[in-house]
């Protein structure tokens, strides 16, 4: 079936400017995760969803950063008034849930790759 | 705080050589345990998970756990340019918590 999708696949935009990133999970999976990568770096966690549970917000660098999953699916992460340093890859995953509660193999889509002027 | 450590690299070998990648994870209730790979310019990809202490091999590929120590590895057999890339570790424990990973180790095989 079809892996996770992402939009845009890049993105310029002028500091200040407020941006959308959209994910579509594997259909199915009830666990979405978004990451973000700067250059040459780790995964920086940013916020996870799963089911209809709380997301855990813990990673959002600050509120100028938020997302929303509707209906369980497709996910939007919200950049507002972007700033250089947000400039990185924006990846995002999904995974199901397995038995023991604990999520299973998170699949990843191809990112979107953000530039702020 | 969960951590999992790797070290950065580079790890540079000789093309036919075994590459042997190492994680080490700080919480013990930790079950399942996975390796990705991520070339340059994309998203990682999923090469091998393991959830039980020893060794699990598909291809190339082994994984070694052992819980034990807080250990996790990869060896790659018979090592190739095209495995040239960086390799995340990613640990998990039970519960409705993400995958924490590690930073990478950046592998570069030489021809």
Redesign the interface.
């Known amino acids: 079936g079809a892996g996770v999708s992402q939009s845009p696949s890049n993105k310029v935009t002028e500091k200040g400017k407020d941006v959308e990133l959209r994910c579509d999970p594997i259909s199915g999976h009830t666990a979405l995760y978004w990451y973000r990568q700067s250059l040459g770096q780790g995964l920086e966690f940013l916020i996870y969803f799963q089911g209809n549970s709380a997301p855990d917000k813990s990673g959002l660098p600050s509120d100028r950063f938020s997302a929303e999953r509707t209906g369980g699916s497709v996910s939007t992460l919200t950049i507002q008034r972007t700033q250089q340093e947000d400039s990185a890859v924006y990846l995002c995953a999904s995974s199901s849930q397995g038995t023991s509660g604990s999520q299973e193999t998170q699949y990843f889509g191809p990112g979107t790759r953000l530039l702020v002027l | 705080q969960k951590e999992v450590e790797q070290n950065s690299g580079p790890l540079s070998v000789p093309e036919g050589a075994i590459a042997s990648l190492n994680c080490t994870y700080s919480d013990r209730g930790s079950?399942?345990f996975?390796w990705?790979r991520q070339y340059s310019g994309?998203?990682?990809?999923?090469i091998m998970?393991i959830y039980s202490n020893g060794d699990k091999e598909d291809g190339r590929f082994t994984a070694q756990l052992n819980k034990a120590s807080q250990y996790v590895s990869l060896l790659i057999r018979d090592s190739q340019p095209s495995d040239s890339a960086t390799y995340?570790c990613?640990v998990?424990?039970?519960?409705?918590?993400?995958?924490v990973?590690?930073?990478?180790t950046r592998l570069s095989v030489i021809a």
């Open positions: 079950q399942s996975f990705y994309k998203s990682p990809e999923l998970s995340l990613a998990n424990v039970p519960g409705n918590t993400p995958l990973f590690g930073k990478g």
